[in-house]
Every structure is written in structure tokens, then in C-alpha cells.
């Protein structure tokens, strides 16, 4: 037990699983692929996975550590987001109550996760017995909102993201409602840089379907290295929550990886961090 477990959820934008689970393979000891059982999203649309991705899975694979699930991850009765929770429950509870049980989707390139798990173990007592003391783990994405021709778009401010918790407990999504434990750490979010036909294909497919503003894509589509700076606003659900964009001159992986590590700017100071977990421990004191 007290094992670094990683899962993913695996869908129609499997192959961004290519620059994600490198990403975590050295500090995982396990790493799951949950998969439904007839390649169903969460809408019950179905996709097909090229038969190349499990050969290139057998090929990084080198420390056996990669488990594909398998399961019925689709029901009609419920809205996309409740599939969506309902997968990462299961998921969670196949990764196994007593170890740290880390989420990462897809589209999220973890800059240093060897890093993170230091950090992640220093709450280990959390696991001895999490049922009578539930947590989960935050860490902060930058989010990359679009890739152009020689750069990527991103949105100039980190936010918040919930990525691992001592007890699956799922209520919306990865969030469980326990007290947040927040780590320094940081994951490049792709969720938004895909081709046109992509995006238009994720926002029809994924759990915040019924939610999405009728003021994003316009400005996902007007969005380039000339004009960013005037456009604001740019969020998915409510739009204000992401202010501006910010542009970096490079599409390679390795550069906007350096970039943020030296750019202060998007990163959270150690004294927000120590305020937000101490407000998080005094909240849920008499829980």
C-alpha cells in the first residue's frame, strides 16, 4: 500500500496520452488506463482507438506498469458529467483504497511530477486511515488555450485543479468535496489547444457539454499572436474566471515547459499557498 497509482481516462483524444503519461511514468508506480468497454463517451458516442497506440503503450511499458481497465463506463440515464464522475469513482476504487490516487486526464502534462510526488508524500499519514479523514490534492494548471502557427496562446494566470485524494469519494468530476491540500505544482492544460475539428468534437463529447458559453468559441477562433491581448474573458463556463492570454513564441514541448518554470508570474507565492491550506484546515476542523 501507500503506492503512487495514476490513472487516466482514456477517450476519443487518446493520443494526447503520448505526452502525458511520459509525464508521470517515472514517479508512478501504477498506471491505469480506464477504458469503456465498447469505446463509448460519456454523450454514448463511439469512437475507435488505432490498434498503433497499444503497440507504442507495449513499447514505453518498459517497468510493466500499465494496467488497461476495462469496464462499462456509459449510462444513458445519466448527463455526461455524471458519467464522468461516476468513471473516475470507479476508477478510483480499482486503484485501491491505502494509496495515493492521482487523475490525470489526457490533456494534462505534468512539468515536473517527480517533484510533486516529494511533496505528495510529505502527507502520507493521510493514508493510514483515510476513511476517517479524507483529503484531496490540488495543484494548478497553466492552460494552454490555443496553438498557433509558431506559438501557443495561454491563459496568463494558473489556476486551481484537483489531482489526487486519499479517499475516491468523487462528487462532481475529480472533485470530492474534502478539504484541498495544496501543492506547488504545476500541469501544462491542453484541454482547449486542438485543431478546430477537435475542439468542436470535445465540447460536443465531454461533461461540461451542457454548460458551455455561447461567447467562447468566437473568441477561440479570432484568437492569434496579434490580437490576444485585447481579447478577454476567454473562459468555457463562465467567462470571466480566465482574464486574459498571454503568448509564448515556441510550440516545443521542452521551451514552454522551461518558460514555466522561469516565469514567476505563473506561479503561486509559498504565502498564498500557506494561506489557502490554512483556511482549508480551520474549515474543516469540526468536520
Known amino acids: ?8 481516462l482514456v477517450s476519443y483524444d487518446y493520443q494526447k496520452l503520448k505526452k502525458s ?19 463509448r463517451t460519456w454523450t454514448g458516442n463511439e469512437f475507435k482507438i488505432e490498434e498503433s497506440f497499444f503497440s507504442w503503450i507495449e513499447e514505453i511499458d518498459v ?18 458529467i455524471e458519467n464522468d464522475t461516476r468513471e ?16 490525470v486526464d489526457s490533456d494534462e502534462i505534468f512539468i515536473d511530477f517527480i517533484d510533486f510526488v516529494k511533496k505528495l508524500r510529505k502527507y502520507d499519514r493521510f493514508l493510514d486511515q483515510p476513511i476517517n479523514k479524507k483529503i484531496q490534492i490540488a495543484g494548478f494548471h497553466i492552460n494552454a488555450f490555443k496553438y498557433l502557427e509558431k506559438g501557443l496562446l495561454f491563459v496568463d494566470e494558473p489556476t486551481k485543479f484537483y489531482v489526487a485524494t486519499n479517499y475516491p469519494n468523487y462528487k462532481c468530476a475529480k472533485n470530492t468535496r474534502e478539504q484541498v491540500i495544496y501543492i506547488n505544482s504545476y500541469v501544462l492544460h491542453e484541454g ?17 457539454k ?32 480566465w482574464k486574459s492570454l498571454g503568448y509564448f ?17 505563473l506561479k503561486k507565492s509559498k504565502l498564498w499557498i500557506f494561506k489557502k491550506n490554512f483556511g482549508q484546515w480551520f474549515k474543516h476542523l469540526f468536520k
Open 210 to 241: 451542457d454548460e458551455i458559453n455561447n461567447t467562447f468559441l468566437d473568441k477561440w477562433l479570432k484568437a492569434n499572436e496579434h490580437n490576444y491581448h485585447k481579447i478577454k474573458d476567454v473562459f468555457y463556463l463562465n467567462p470571466k474566471t
Open 63 to 80: 517497468d510493466k506498469k500499465i494496467i488497461i481497465y476495462r469496464d462499462d463506463f456509459y449510462i444513458p440515464e445519466l448527463s455526461p
Open 88 to 103: 473516475r469513482q470507479m476508477l478510483g476504487e480499482k486503484m485501491g483504497i491505502g494509496n495515493w490516487i492521482i487523475q
Open 192 to 208: 482547449l489547444a486542438r485543431t478546430e475539428s477537435e475542439l468542436r468534437y470535445k465540447l460536443e463529447n465531454w461533461g461540461h
Open 21 to 39: 503519461i511520459p509525464s508521470v511514468y517515472k514517479g508512478s508506480d501504477e498506471i491505469f488506463l480506464a477504458l469503456d468497454y465498447k469505446n
Open 1 to 8: 500500500m501507500k503506492k503512487i497509482q495514476t490513472g487516466f
Open 249 to 265: 513564441p515556441s510550440e516545443n514541448l521542452n521551451d514552454i515547459k522551461e518558460y514555466i518554470i522561469q516565469n514567476p508570474q
